[in-house]
């Protein structure tokens, strides 16, 4: 019958203009939601008095996603979970991150975000006066705290040191936890971080000294998964430039820190991407 083939024919129709529609629908960037994933790492991040997540890191990170639109969940974890879960989890994200050759290609990249403008060190225990550093042979005789997975466990190997000087934490504060406690000899950070983690923890401001500078590798970035979409990863980059030439940016910083002790340390790396 005429009619009922030309019944068929429309629902033919209608299948194949509806079936692409359906196979093809993509998230839009305004629907699209991160899973950002952090290390305690005062000032940077860490948990205040009420249990929220914060810190001058977090707090920017927070403000670029809200201005932008963008929907997030942010979790804090040990390091090595962090990042592990920044490469498995298509929508992730960690913060903060040294942007290091090694890890170019395995992220897109946000940033950079405030890291101490003094550089990176070993620190001692005050009281140990007799660890004395004046080069990577020296380290070999003392045990050091390092973070698995951090940029500077492959230099430390390449310099000869072994699993008999070098003791892998989660994180970079349970390494200084046990420094604090005197069951490490050295433990690596920063004037900013270390200060702040030995006021968490209830020490003394000159509690641990710094012995040897190491030079700081990377900066702070985010790290966002490959399969975030560029037109994210472009209208957050954009948004923290126009964030950090404002009051805003200064008033965060002063809240946790002070502008004399904070640099925004650009990688040259996405430049000769």
């Known amino acids: 019958m005429p009619g009922k083939d030309l019944v068929v024919q429309l629902l033919v129709l209608l299948v194949m203009m509806a079936g692409p529609c359906y196979g093809q629908a993509k998230t839009s960037d305004s629907e699209f939601s991160l899973n950002i994933y952090t290390e305690l790492m005062p000032p940077y991040q860490f948990i205040d008095e009420k249990d929220n997540i914060t810190g001058i890191n977090i707090e920017l990170l927070r403000l670029i996603l809200k201005q932008e639109g963008i929907d997030y969940q942010l979790q804090l974890t040990p390091w090595t979970r962090a990042y592990t879960a920044a490469l498995s989890n298509q929508s992730g994200g960690v913060i903060s991150t040294a942007l290091t050759q090694s890890r170019l290609d395995?992220?897109?990249?946000?940033?950079?975000?405030?890291?101490?403008?003094?550089?990176?060190?070993?620190?001692?225990?005050?009281?140990?006066?007799?660890?004395?550093?004046?080069?990577?042979?020296?380290?070999?005789?003392?045990?050091?705290?390092?973070?698995?997975?951090?940029?500077?466990?492959?230099?430390?190997?390449?310099?000869?040191?072994t699993d008999q000087q070098l003791l892998g934490f989660a994180s970079s504060n349970e390494s200084y936890k046990m420094l604090f406690n005197g069951k490490i000899d050295l433990a690596l950070g920063s004037d900013i971080t270390v200060s702040d983690s030995l006021a968490m923890y209830g020490f003394a401001p000159d509690h641990a000294v710094k012995v040897f500078r190491i030079k700081d590798l990377g900066g702070n970035y985010l790290a966002l998964n490959l399969q975030v979409p560029d037109a994210i990863v472009k209208r957050l980059n954009l948004r923290l430039k126009k964030i950090r030439q404002s009051r805003q940016a200064t008033e965060i910083i002063n809240k946790y820190s002070s502008m004399e002790k904070i640099t925004w340390l650009q990688s040259n790396l996405l430049t000769q991407k």
Not at 110 to 128: E, I, Q, T
Not at 134 to 154: M, P, Q, T
């Open 106 to 161: 395995k992220f897109k990249w946000v940033g950079p975000f405030p890291s101490s403008s003094d550089g990176v060190y070993l620190f001692r225990l005050a009281a140990n006066k007799h660890i004395v550093i004046n080069g990577f042979e020296d380290i070999k005789n003392y045990s050091l705290g390092y973070v698995r997975r951090g940029i500077y466990e492959e230099i430390f190997r390449s310099k000869g040191l």
